[in-house]
């Protein structure tokens, strides 16, 4: 099992990072609300190591080999998310195991990235066959379309960006992306027009306004944009150095009613009022540094199947940090899509540094390290 391993070059910096980036989620967590949130998250931490480690001295072959059996698991559990999901705030998301809510839809997205990959990667010579493509196309859309009942419309967003990602690192004909983006655009300018119309019925109302209030935030500023407006103020009023970690400012957004769960959707908010400019952009920072390091390593990776795999737990940390700071800043409508290590989530934090013990361990079988060897 471990005779490729070269456990020298296990990518402690990488590990650190994703570490050190968690540790100072925790920080803002706990500015931004009750001791309840950064002591849970605290424990998702030291789980999300063990994970971590575990995965990384997990070979990731050996997953590939069990890819069905991953997909179907998938299947049954989001199916069970429905069946006896908690409730809360008009979602059914989650699963009670009493000492811990579990999110499967976030699991989810590592678990599609292993089928995709081992998919892609057995198919690797007919990628531009167009029965294989529809094929793969199916097979995503049926954990997708479990996931939107919940309903959990930014998971499935995070979905087709990442199916998008690895289908183009797979190879995929030119011709077929080149469409894709060609009808991109139109599609999107009927969505946007459709669900405009007091008829219309692809959207829930509240996922509808906040489309809405993007475009006319002055007419939904009171409502739907009201937390996307305050972040501005927040994340503006921090300036260059912020105004403190922990600042108790009665008019700080933790300290009133201005946003309604800083410690989730809107933690880098906290972060900009708190450390200003320099803070929130230290983040960033290091959110790409992860980036361009699994980067690296994919580019290093023994087979298609490993690349594909790093590409997918990229392209989920990449889209992720881009909304959550879209969001943040107005640039995006509200989703619900965390800020990767940073915003407070359990099952986000866990299932994130899952992907990243894989990516250790494809790490540590590199081709150069093996033809060195």
Avoid at 190 to 214: A, D, G, M
Avoid at 329 to 350: D, Q
Wanted: proline share 3%; aromatic share 12%.
């Amino acid at each position: 099992m471990f005779r490729h391993y070269q456990f020298r070059r296990f990518d402690f910096l990488l590990a650190l990072l994703v570490i050190a980036i968690s540790i100072f989620g925790i920080i803002a967590i706990a500015s931004a609300s009750d001791e309840s949130f950064y002591k849970r998250q605290i424990f998702g931490l030291v789980l999300g190591i063990i994970v971590m480690i575990v995965m990384s001295l997990v070979d990731y072959r050996l997953l590939g080999k069990f890819y069905w059996i991953i997909y179907l698991f998938n299947i049954g559990f989001l199916v069970l998310v429905l069946l006896i999901g908690t409730n809360i705030n008009g979602a059914t998301r989650w699963i009670n195991l009493g000492f811990i809510n579990i999110q499967p839809s976030e699991f989810s997205k590592i678990f599609m990235i292993i089928f995709i990959g081992m998919f892609l990667e057995k198919n690797k010579h007919r990628i531009n066959n167009p029965f294989i493509v529809l094929q793969l196309l199916i097979l995503v859309a049926i954990p997708m379309l479990l996931i939107t009942r919940q309903p959990d419309l930014s998971t499935s967003l995070v979905l087709i960006f990442l199916v998008v990602c690895m289908l183009f690192v797979a190879g995929i004909s030119y011709k077929y992306v080149l469409t894709v983006l060609g009808l991109s655009v139109p599609s999107f300018a009927f969505i946007f027009w459709y669900v405009e119309q007091p008829t219309q019925k692809l959207l829930k109302s509240y996922q509808v306004n906040r489309i809405l209030s993007l475009r006319y935030p002055e007419r939904y500023l009171l409502s739907e944009a009201w937390q996307q407006y305050n972040s501005i103020l927040a994340i503006g009023s921090g300036q260059l150095y912020g105004k403190g970690i922990y600042s108790g400012e009665v008019t700080s957004v933790k300290n009133t009613n201005f946003i309604s769960e800083p410690q989730t959707d809107f933690i880098f908010a906290v972060i900009g009022e708190e450390l200003g400019f320099v803070g929130a952009s230290l983040v960033i920072v290091a959110l790409l540094i992860i980036i361009i390091k699994c980067i690296l390593i994919a580019k290093d990776a023994m087979d298609l199947f490993g690349v594909l795999l790093v590409v997918g737990v990229v392209s989920i940390i990449t889209f992720q940090t881009f909304v959550n700071v879209g969001v943040a800043t107005a640039i995006l409508p509200n989703t619900g899509i965390p800020l990767p290590f940073v915003s407070y989530g359990l099952s986000s934090l866990i299932s994130t540094m899952m992907g990243i013990g894989i990516v250790l361990n494809i790490s540590m079988q590199r081709k150069s390290l093996i033809k060195r060897g």
